[in-house]
């Protein structure tokens, strides 16, 4: 039987990707939705038959205790609001996935981990480029030391949005958390450990020169840092909103792979220095949504857990430290 699933927040990322995977998935359906907007309401209904039954908001979500028709939780809300739902919905007995950053401070993605264990739910990041095939190569290629170790990895995850086309939220660092760091490159700190399966020991980081001060004047325009693993391996990282990147690189003792774009939902590209990385474009939100459903069914930790959301706020926690004490190093363990 599928599982049923909850969407919190029918924003962009809800509308266009999320629920149009979910009329894919096999193990899991669009059962309900949350949503402060009863227009959008009304329309999800409709588009999506869903019951009234099913259609929360903002405060009377907690009733979903009582909804047998909702096994999962997918809290796809402005960053600082993830910590919130996803400890209400603990407190209902869902299983959470929760979309990326995780949370905007270690404290949030801490209390997060832990309600969904005393609660006996499981919580999962929306890191779906861990179900994709470019990028599952790509943790191939390193983990398994295909061609060696890995010496250097590159990573730049950036858009051009200094033409004022990002919400309003990304550009508040209370609800965003931060800038491009929290929102792209996060995507370049996960490539990089995911390349080599490790986490970094040390962080060293710079920001970028503000061109756009009227537009990022409360979080970074862009940022620049360098992730050390224990082997010697080095990550160099950037992330910009007034840029464009999209690259995922490594170099190894005996060869290298690149993918460009390699975040991107479609028409990832990849290559090796035996030549090109010739896989599927997949529906990736589909197959990362089936993995999460599946490994809630079966009681086994799926391969995105809480507790990788909360090291990634701990790296991002230390790269703003380091650019924010001149490139200082900072230790992680
Ligand atoms: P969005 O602004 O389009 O949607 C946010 C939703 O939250 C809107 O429906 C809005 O109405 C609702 N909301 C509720 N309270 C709000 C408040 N106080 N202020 C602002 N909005 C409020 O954003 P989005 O692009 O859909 O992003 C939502 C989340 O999904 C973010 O955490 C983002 O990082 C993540 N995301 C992930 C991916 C991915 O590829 N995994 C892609 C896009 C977004």
Redesign the pocket.
């Known amino acids: 039987d599928k599982l049923g699933l909850a969407l919190v ?7 266009h ?1 999320l629920a149009p995977a979910l009329q894919e998935t096999k193990n899991v359906y669009l059962a309900g939705i949350v ?3 009863p227009t ?1 309401a009304k329309a999800w209904k409709k588009k999506y038959n869903i019951p009234d039954s099913n259609i929360y908001n ?1 405060e009377n979500f907690d009733d979903i205790i009582n909804n047998k028709d909702i096994d999962i939780v997918y ?5 600082s ?2 910590a919130e739902y996803v400890i209400r919905a603990a407190k209902a007995k869902k299983h959470v996935i929760c ?3 995780m949370a905007t401070s270690v404290e949030d993605a801490e209390r997060m981990v832990q309600a969904c264990k005393e609660n006996g739910v499981q919580l999962s990041v ?3 480029l861990h179900y994709e095939p470019f990028n599952k190569r790509v943790m191939e290629l390193g983990q398994q030391q295909v061609y060696g170790k890995v010496k250097t990895i590159k990573a730049n995850f950036s858009g051009n949005f200094a033409n004022g086309s990002l ?4 550009l508040n660092k209370e ?1 965003a958390g931060g800038g491009p760091l ?2 792209l490159g996060v995507y370049c700190l996960q490539g990089a450990c995911y390349t080599v399966g490790k986490t970094p020991v040390a962080v060293t980081a710079q920001f970028g020169e503000v061109t756009k001060p009227l537009i990022f004047h409360d979080v970074e325009q862009s940022i620049k840092w360098k992730m050390y693993f224990d082997d010697g391996a080095v990550a160099e990282c950037e992330t910009s909103y007034a840029d464009n990147g999209n690259e995922l690189s490594a170099v190894a003792e005996k060869g290298w792979w690149k993918l460009n774009p390699a975040y991107n ?1 479609n028409g990832k590209k990849g290559e090796t220095s035996d030549g090109k990385i010739d896989l599927p474009d997949i529906f990736e ?1 589909a197959y990362q949504m089936d993995a999460q459903a599946e490994s809630f069914q079966k009681n086994k930790q799926s391969i995105t857990p809480g507790e990788m959301g909360l090291r990634d706020l701990k790296i991002i926690t230390a790269i703003y430290q380091s650019a924010r004490e001149g490139g200082k190093k900072i230790m992680l363990t």
Not at 75 to 79: A, I, K, R, S, T
């Open positions: 927040g029918l924003g962009q990322y809800s509308t990707q949503t402060g907007t959008k903002y809290v796809v809300l402005p960053n609001m993830h979309e990326k950053p929306g890191y779906r919400d309003v939220w990304r609800m929290m929102d939902y939100q």
